[in-house]
């Protein structure tokens, strides 16, 4: 897993201060590439493995986003104290923006665009609690959301998209008769992720229940 990388323009919160930021890469040439822009800005302060829960900025950095990653977002989400940026390379589809999204990730910069004036801007943006998504993945998520939506009223549209792996994962487990502490510790996500997640299946599907919506997956082929 990531892991935090030891020791722009909008202007920083506070006068005088900087931005405490806590950078996450998926491999160190990843780590090595963000910290050195970054350490570069008088604006920011990068902080120690131990104070990375403190920090204000939690700057992910990955070639997509995977298991793994979302993982990590999830976890970033609970704390209260940092807002999450993302730097990544690609979305492999709008269900991989989606889940990011949901994970709590504020902002997203490719990481062919990320050169030192842009990091700085996009977390400086997030340090000021704004959201930064460049034009066409907004356009890709809403029709993402858009296909979704459609394919819950119109029950002809059902298809494999209804639901995103991990959904369909943690519903397979449910089937099983797994408990959430049991399917947290069957896909390595915490309880309360495990519960966000089949209660959204449950709301976006108009389901009653966990049970309502596994035999709802199972008539459908989704699980």
């Given amino acids: 897993m990531p892991q935090p990388q030891n020791n722009a323009t ?8 900087r931005v405490t930021v806590a950078v996450y890469a998926s491999d160190p040439i990843l780590r090595v590439g963000v910290v050195h822009q ?9 902080v120690d493995d ?19 990653t979302a993982a990590l977002l999830d976890r970033l989400r609970l704390n209260s104290d940092t807002r999450t940026g993302l730097v990544v390379g690609t979305f492999e589809s709008g269900d991989a923006l989606q ?10 910069l490719r990481r062919a665009e990320a050169d030192q004036d842009r990091l700085l ?14 034009g066409d993945l907004l356009a890709k998520l809403l029709d993402h959301v858009g296909s979704l939506q459609r394919s ?23 089937s099983e ?30 389901l009653r229940n966990r049970t309502h ?11």
């Fill in 10 to 17: 909008v202007s920083p919160p506070g006068a005088g201060r």
């Fill in 38 to 46: 970054l350490r570069q800005r008088p604006e920011i302060a990068l």
């Fill in 50 to 68: 131990s104070d990375a829960d403190d920090a204000q900025v939690s700057l992910v950095t990955v070639d997509s986003v995977d298991d793994e």
């Fill in 99 to 108: 889940r990011a999204i949901e994970s709590g990730v504020t902002a997203v």
């Fill in 121 to 134: 801007r996009l977390v400086l943006a997030i340090a000021n609690g704004e959201g930064v998504l460049p």
């Fill in 152 to 174: 819950a009223l119109d029950p002809r549209a059902v298809s494999l998209s209804t639901l995103t792996s991990r959904e369909a994962e943690m519903l397979r487990l449910v």
């Fill in 177 to 206: 008769g797994l408990d959430t502490a049991e399917i947290a510790r069957k896909t390595s996500y915490s309880e309360r992720t495990v519960k966000n997640v089949l209660h959204e299946v449950i709301t976006r599907l108009q």
């Fill in 213 to 223: 919506a596994v035999g709802y997956a199972l008539r459908n082929g989704l699980i």
